[in-house]
């Protein structure tokens, strides 16, 4: 997450919203791409500092071992998960 503070401060978003903000953002402009598939994590859309793989490590952490926060209750209620959603979207006249 400490990647996404800093595109937070440079986008100019100082807030406690401005994580979800960066992450929504960049999930719109992965939507605009004429990739075939678009997909989102679920550590994103619940906001989620820790990632639940880190490549390259073996003993140094648990990888694949994270739960959700909250589970899928969570992400059904989850504003950034339905901006995410929205900006994966594709409208008539995109790739599909």
Do not use: F
């Not at 994580?19 to 605009?32: D, F, K, M, S």
């Not at 989102?40 to 952490?61: K, Y």
């Amino acid at each position: 997450m400490v990647g996404l503070r800093r595109l937070a401060e440079l986008a100019g978003l100082g807030d406690d919203g401005a994580i979800a903000e960066v992450i929504a953002r960049t999930y719109r402009r992965l939507g605009e791409a004429p990739s075939l598939i678009l997909a989102a994590a679920l550590e994103d859309a619940l906001a989620v500092a820790e990632r639940p793989n880190m490549p390259g490590t073996v003993s140094q952490r648990p990888n694949w071992c994270l739960s959700l926060p909250g589970g899928l209750e969570a992400l059904e209620t989850s504003p950034l998960a339905r901006e995410i959603a929205a900006g994966l979207g594709r409208t008539q006249g995109q790739a599909a």
